[in-house]
DNA sequence: TGAATACTTGACTGAAAGTACGGTTTTTCA
DNA sequence: TGAAAAACCGTACTTTCAGTCAAGTATTCA
């Protein structure tokens, strides 16, 4: 990694935990560079302004999540083949890792950037909109794959099955962000879990 | 109403939509008095600072939930008296209020001031835990009333089912926000729905 | 070793945020 | 109806913030 590289993405690192925790206007360049320990044009030396950082935020953060699903999907999909177990695996492994959080999830930009539509140009909302719909297509796909073999014992869409992983994540950081505790997260992640054993797991005997 | 309660309101109604749109601290105070045709005395003659209007923003937005849910659950109520079906039907008639709002739900402020938590003093903080309590002892009541008739076919604790109410809900914004799709939050609603069902519901037969 | 790359120095602008306080009008209610 | 209380105005001031500019220096890597 050249030298550069290096010194943006600690710009950035400085820049995501205060957006997490403040928003993004409350997040001024003058203190990420107090903290970075660089001057203001150094930091316009990477970024032409505030909405690239932005982007560059985001796009890292979405990248970043997309390379964890995979990897702990991958590791599901290792231990069992057929696609519920491996779907209730994954989630269960989901929960150990936010278990392993002592601070819980710190905050999803996603989440943060949606609430401040208004802040951010087009292109911006329109590649967080693609991260969600990204989250939609990966879940869409379990889920049929799951809803191939099982018959589902209610009317459900695969579509609203898969938003609603992301949508328990989501709520799930709101929540024990606001409670102060980061089992919400957990326990939240395995009510989903339970649900889709309940709707697609064959009754014993 | 005297004539100074009207105009906070109104100030409150301007700064709120702004909250919910761009943030706290990108909500200008030199906006919310253009919008309201009022000077900067004036506002600072109703709020002695941007911390009191915070303050003042949530606890009118919390009450304005709770006696919304009051209302919802105490119709779903007067239609049926076994606990499950009336959990049931205040699920679906909520559904349907979110159907009614064509552009979506507002936004949370709870969800907002958990996100900007190093904006706020203790106080407000504080506040905003007690909110998300507030929904968690609603719900667990309700939960528990139906685990008293009907025994739970998983193993799950009333306050993780409560938080999952507030869950849904605070995820579906979110994500129908950040997909430019208010039809989430209704599907969603329709999910935890059919979890309830498929949980406490005796098989029929 | 030399050309990119990665910064620093420092001064500056224009806009907006928030504070302070005395003065003025408008309501309200007795 | 009139005086006190409530509601609001004018203005001046201090900070902070995003962003610009020109010119220079240090570092890195090919």
Known sequence: ????????????????????????????????????????????YHFKDKNELAQALLERYVERENVLLDDLFKKAADLHDDPLHIFLIGLKLFADLMADMPKGHPGCLVATYCYHERLYDAKVIELNRQAVLNWRNRF???????CDRYPPRDDVSVEALADMVSNTVEGAIVMSKALKEPKVMVDQILLLRSYIKLLFQPVPG
């Open 1 to 44: 990694m050249r030298k550069g590289e290096k010194t943006r993405e600690r710009l950035m690192d400085i820049a995501e935990s205060s957006v997490l925790a403040k928003g993004f206007s409350a997040t001024s360049i003058d203190e990420i560079i107090a903290e970075a320990e660089i001057t203001k044009s150094g930091f316009f």
């Open 140 to 146: 869409s796909k379990a889920f049929q794959d799951i």
